[in-house]
């Protein structure tokens, strides 16, 4: 495309040539095939790596928890007689227990 005199304003076009043919039926299932088993193990993968991390977040929170409790009863026992947060305990253990 050039603004020099006598030549045209619009670019040449080159023909319209649809390459739908070019392909056969076969290998375009065969390639969306390939392309799907490719995306379900990638989203296993993705899957796995996911399920590892809920597990590792878990006992992450399950061992914050259990360093709390011991800590809480530590306080406790500091403030009270030994025997009487032992009894504490017992009870707390056997109503929890009972909750679930």
Excluded: C, Y
């Amino acid at each position: 495309m050039s603004l020099l005199p006598g030549k045209n304003w619009h670019p040449t076009r080159a023909a319209f040539r649809p390459t739908t043919g070019s392909v056969s039926f076969a290998r375009r299932t065969a390639e969306t095939a390939a392309l799907k088993a490719t995306k379900a193990k990638i989203q296993e993968m993705k899957d796995e790596k996911e399920a590892e991390r809920q597990r590792r977040m878990t006992a992450l929170k399950e061992k914050r928890a259990a360093k709390e409790e011991r800590e809480r009863w530590a306080r406790m026992e500091e403030k009270m007689h030994k025997k009487r947060v032992e009894r504490l305990r017992r009870r707390e253990k056997r109503n929890k227990m009972l909750a679930s």
